[in-house]
Structures are given as structure tokens and as C-alpha cells.
T-cell receptor, first 113, second 115 residues
Framework: DGGITQSPKYLFRKEGQNVTLSCEQN?????MYWYRQDPGQGLRLIYY???????QKGDIAEGYSVSREKKESFPLTVTSAQKNPTAFYLC????????????FGPGTRLTVL | AQSVSQHNHHVILSEAASLELGCNYS??????LFWYVQYPGQHLQLLLK????DPLVKGIKGFEAEFIKSKFSFNLRKPSVQWSDTAEYFC?????????????WGLGTSLAVNP
């Protein structure tokens, strides 16, 4: 089955630790995205990548980092500099010429203790 | 700056009631418009979309939305809701001009349908 996988589903970390969230897609999509979803705040874009080895900051990139070494993978690192990291993180992907129509993974709920 | 406004944050309906969720956007150029739905415990998924042509678009599960350019609106409708429509609904807009390739999201509307 084609789709987007995110792992793990739930993640707990101590304050001050960096943590990396995984996102893999087998849809052969060029573009990938990371969003943060908080109650009552909708989806906010963290980073996005339109092609391998290239990525751009979204609206709330501070305290996050990404890499795009492979087309299928777009891991997100939540660093200790992120002041409020506890949230639900969604990864998405899209076909390059239909960048608006995004397909989403199941999400990772990160809790920083 | 582009923005998307969803007027209803929480909606509670009884089964068989009609539904209309408002979505307005602020952008003067050509837009692509979307409604996404997030059922409890499931992935966010596309409900319907408008790119061009007929401004009344049909989506999955009996949903439809009408693009009214003069009102900058893309309201979601369903004539008769079911308990299984309980979910969070997000409107999203993207401008087609230039290099802007980011979806601008509304804050979402939480719909609860009572059986």
C-alpha cells in the first residue's frame, strides 16, 4: 500500500533533549512538509521541501531542523531550542506539479516532560 | 498576507440536520481551495477541492462546497449529516501566482453529530 508513515505514534522526551521524528513516503512524491497541530490553532507549517537536498523554512521553523537526503524521507528534529515542543506533528507530501494537494501521515504526538 | 477564516469553531448537530461550515479567505488573485477532514484517530484527508471550472464542487461522503469569488468564500455543505461525520474540518487556500506553494490553513471547525 502506498502512503506516508510516521513513527513513532507517541514519543516522550525529557526537556533539553533533541528528538527526531521520522517521516517516510512511498508515493514517489517530490514535495514533503512538516506541520505542527495544536488545539484551536489549526496547522502551522514548520518546514517544507520541494526536491531532494533542498528545503525551506515555514512559518514556525525556530527550534526545528530538517534534512532531505532521500526523496522518500524527511525527518524532523525538534531541538532543545524549541520553547514549547509538546504538540502533534504531521508530515505530508504532494506531487511536484500539484503541490497544493497534500497527503498526510498519521502524525506523531510528542510530549516533553 | 493571505489568511483563512473559519467562522465556526465548534458545531453540534443532530443526525439528519443540514450542515454549512463557513470559510473565507483574503487574497485577491487566483486561488486553489480545499476542505480537509480529520476523523477521530485517523489521518487528515482531502474532502474536496476547487481549482477551476464549476464553482460547485462535490466531494466524498455527500459533501459539497461552493466557491463564491465575489465573497471570497468556500463554504462546505451537507444536506443531512450522520453521526460518522463527527470530525474536525479544515479549510485551506493556496494562491496560484508566483512561487507561493504553501497552503494557508484555517483554524478548523470541530463538528459533533449526536445520534
Amino acid at each position: 500500500d502506498g502512503g506516508i508513515t510516521q513513527s513513532p505514534k507517541y514519543l516522550f522526551r525529557k526537556e533539553g533533549q533533541n528528538v527526531t521524528l521520522s517521516c517516510e513516503q512511498n508515493l514517489n512524491h517530490d514535495a514533503m512538509y512538516w506541520y505542527r497541530q495544536d488545539p484551536g490553532q489549526g496547522l502551522r507549517l514548520i518546514y517544507y521541501s520541494q526536491i531532494v537536498n533542498d528545503f525551506q523554512k515555514g512559518d514556525i521553523a525556530e527550534g526545528y531542523s530538517v534534512s532531505r537526503e532521500k526523496k522518500e524521507s524527511f525527518p524532523l528534529t525538534v531541538t532543545s531550542a524549541q520553547k514549547n515542543p509538546t504538540a502533534f506533528y504531521l508530515c505530508a507530501s504532494s506531487i511536484r506539479d500539484r503541490l497544493n494537494e497534500q497527503f498526510f501521515g498519521p502524525g506523531t504526538r510528542l510530549t516533553v516532560l | 498576507a493571505q489568511s483563512v477564516s473559519q467562522h465556526n469553531h465548534h458545531v453540534i448537530l443532530s443526525e439528519a440536520a443540514s450542515l454549512e461550515l463557513g470559510c473565507n479567505y483574503s487574497y485577491g488573485g487566483t486561488v486553489n481551495l480545499f476542505w480537509y477532514v480529520q476523523y477521530p484517530g485517523q489521518h487528515l484527508q482531502l474532502l474536496l477541492k476547487y481549482f477551476s471550472g464549476d464553482p460547485l464542487v462535490k466531494g466524498i461522503k455527500g459533501f459539497e462546497a461552493e466557491f463564491i469569488k465575489s465573497k471570497f468564500s468556500f463554504n462546505l455543505r451537507k444536506p443531512s449529516v450522520q453521526w460518522s461525520d463527527t470530525a474536525e474540518y479544515f479549510c485551506a487556500v493556496n494562491a496560484r501566482a508566483g512561487n507561493n506553494r504553501k497552503l494557508i490553513w484555517g483554524l478548523g471547525t470541530s463538528l459533533a453529530v449526536n445520534p
